[in-house]
């Protein structure tokens, strides 16, 4: 295929923003894509072969086009317009953030970055409850305790109701000092981390103190109806199918529920069933429920987060289809010897 070469312009006040420190973001795209890129006078020079300078040209453009915005172009950001550059889908990155969910204490925005994110806060919006399933650092927890914090502002719910698995992940602590919720407190520790950061931790203890806001673990929500609230179960790979029974029945009128959890960390006993995994099989079918999977192309922590999920996900693979071959060749095996038996 012959080669080309195109230019772009980019605005003086965007140049640094999108091309990156030392041009850091257009040595990514040339890598990627194999490419060369040469930022001078306000324009990008695009030369090699012609379908991967079309490409890289369609993911500048997204980029500048994101930057118009006021969005900060980050290493995560060009990561994500390049995989959806191979997706046959970079056009869509431009839909992601239109909207604002809310403004952290600190004035920061939070807003999907990744198109799994934006389906999962649409399910959100939409439906009554939403189950968020997918690996770490994909923004389960803290895009809906975002989103149970903009209806609470909004009056749309009276009350915000956190909840999650008092489960130790693969340690045994012994005994805590301290008075029940001394115990208890470390397992909540990432709600009220998401809390303080959204809400500030001055607004989060004036409304804890009027029970507004309610931080406990999963076995606290039995015998209850949650009326007219925003309830998150988080880490629910870790309850049972009769846990998570329990706590879906414990919606009421006027509230909405979100379950958030990743099936590949489960702390349960290797024989127990994940009611998570229990329920993504029994509740698909029906209408008000909306299940979201997160990828690791809807990570959004460090970079190298991505990577350890994707090497994860695959070595996972492999290890399960060596099993499976085990266990074919072990059936093999016995039909072979019973067939012999009878002989």
Known sequence: ????????????????????????????????????????????????????????????????????????????TVNYALSLSFAEGEEKILEIDREMICRTASGRPVKPKTLGQKAYVDSIARRMITFGIGPAGTGKTYLAMAMAIRAFRDGDCERIILTRPAMEAGEKLGFLPGDLQSKIDPYLRPLYDALYQIMGAESYLHNAEKGLIEVAPLAYMRGRTLDNAYIILDEAQNTTPAQMKMFLTRIGFGSKAIITGDLTQKDLPADAVSGLDTA??????????????????????????????????KYEEKESAEKKRRAVYQREKRDVRARREKR
């Open 280 to 313: 993504s099989r029994v509740l698909s079918n029906i209408e008000d429920i909306g299940f979201c999977r997160l990828t690791s192309r809807d990570v959004v922590r460090h970079p190298l987060v991505q990577q350890i999920v994707d090497a994860y996900e």
């Open 1 to 76: 295929m012959g080669s080309t070469e195109q230019t772009i312009d980019i605005p003086a006040e965007l140049e640094k923003n999108v091309c990156g420190h030392m041009d850091v973001n257009l040595h990514k795209i040339e890598r990627t894509l194999q490419v060369t890129m040469i930022e001078r006078d306000g324009s990008v020079k695009v030369m090699g072969e012609e379908s991967k300078v079309q490409k890289a040209i369609s993911v500048f453009t997204n980029l500048v086009a994101l930057a118009r915005r006021g969005e900060t172009i980050s290493e995560q």
